[in-house]
């Protein structure tokens, strides 16, 4: 059974049943609410006061980002169905332009090595 709130005319989802839904703790999700991932911040109303409701819509729509330093490339949201579909590396590129994020390059582990291998002060001259 589906549960949803409706405010104003628009249907939401208690903060609970989404992270249910969503299978994420409700403090994971009160943390996109407030604080947000790379991409976005999850939409929200708060009503009444100290209850929190997400816009059915956001079931949908929301860009959920894997977790770990380099998973820049495991967005997913989820479908009609409640699957988990991952964006492909051009819809990626439109939400990335969408939302004016700026992802840093990766450094590639060789590059790192090599980095990290050159000596970080010059002995020349030194007895």
Known sequence: MIITVNIEGKEYYPLPYFAHLVNKSVGALRYL???????????YVEEPVGKYNIPVEE???????????????????????????????????ALYTKYNVV????AR???????????????????
Do not use: C, W
């Open 59 to 93: 079931y949908l729509e929301f860009p959920f980002t894997s977790t770990g330093r380099y998973a820049s490339d495991k967005v997913y949201h989820f479908n009609e169905f409640g699957e988990v579909e991952y964006y492909s590396e051009e819809e990626l590129q």
């Open 33 to 43: 609410m407030f604080t947000g991932n790379r991409i976005r911040k999850l939409r």
């Open 103 to 106: 992802i840093e390059k990766r």
């Open 109 to 127: 582990l060789k590059d790192i090595i090599e980095e990290v291998s050159k000596p970080h002060f010059d002995l020349e001259g030194v007895r």
